[in-house]
């Protein structure tokens, strides 16, 4: 059973364009909303995180949108460059029962041509 | 700081051959994390720990052992190793406050491939 499930697998975008990944989850314990950026040999770092207090939080061109009715959350790379083209984890984590184990999406890989 | 290294950056094993990941933190973070990554999958948790001494099973900990005599080490074993654990296995670890929870910090990663 996915618990956060992840959108789309693969995103092709232009120089410039908005590219949009979006994530579902079920469960609403979930209190801590991470997006991961992994560049291909890496290991994956942390890119900009969310709480479900509110609903927008931006940081230069990355953007993560939460709504907290729908159990949805989605990031937003404004103006992508194509050293944006890397892989995208969503994920999401609660402290209920004391386990702060995050749950990850699939990932996205996100191609942005010249 | 180094943040997490992991060793070895590769290895290439036989069907039946044992090996340990080496993990290392020097965040003095209390979680520490393994993964292993396949095209599609995502990264799945094998095992983690909370704690000096004291580890717990993940999503997919079936064929491998951990164990974290120190609190900045956590080592991740493969007894008799499959094709089935071809990965990339990734190293993560985390502090914890109170009721709130931090990022991640992963590793750069190490290539298995069994034979």
């Known amino acids: 059973q996915q618990q956060v499930k992840q959108s789309p697998q693969s995103l092709i975008v232009q120089k410039g364009g908005i590219s949009i990944i979006n994530c579902a989850y079920e469960?609403?314990?979930?209190?801590?909303f991470p997006w991961y950026q992994q560049f291909p040999g890496k290991g994956p770092a942390l890119l900009i995180a969310i709480r479900p207090d509110v609903s927008e939080k931006k940081e230069g061109r990355f953007t993560i949108s939460f709504n907290k009715s729908a159990k949805q959350f989605s990031l937003h790379i404004m103006d992508s460059q194509p050293g944006d083209s890397a892989t995208y984890f969503c994920?999401?984590?609660?402290?209920?029962?004391?386990?702060?184990?995050?749950?990850f999406g699939r990932g996205t890989s996100l191609i942005v041509h010249p | 700081n180094a943040g997490v290294t992991q060793t070895p950056k590769f290895r290439v094993l036989k069907t039946g051959q044992s090996m340990t990941l080496l993990c290392a933190q020097d965040m003095n973070h209390e979680y520490m994390y393994w993964y292993r990554q396949d095209p599609g999958m995502g990264l799945r948790l094998i095992h983690y720990?909370?704690?000096?001494?004291?580890?717990a099973k993940g999503e997919v900990p079936d064929g491998y052992n951990v164990s974290r005599l120190k609190k900045q080490n956590f080592l991740l074993g493969l007894e008799s190793a499959a094709p089935s654990q071809t990965s990339v296995y990734f190293c993560a670890s985390s502090h914890i406050a109170g009721q709130v929870s931090y990022e991640q910090y992963f590793g750069p990663g190490t290539r298995l491939t069994v034979t």
């Open positions: 469960n609403t314990a979930f209190d801590y």
């Open positions: 994920a999401a984590t609660t402290a209920s029962g004391g386990s702060y184990i995050p749950t």
């Open positions: 720990s909370v704690g000096e001494g004291t580890t």
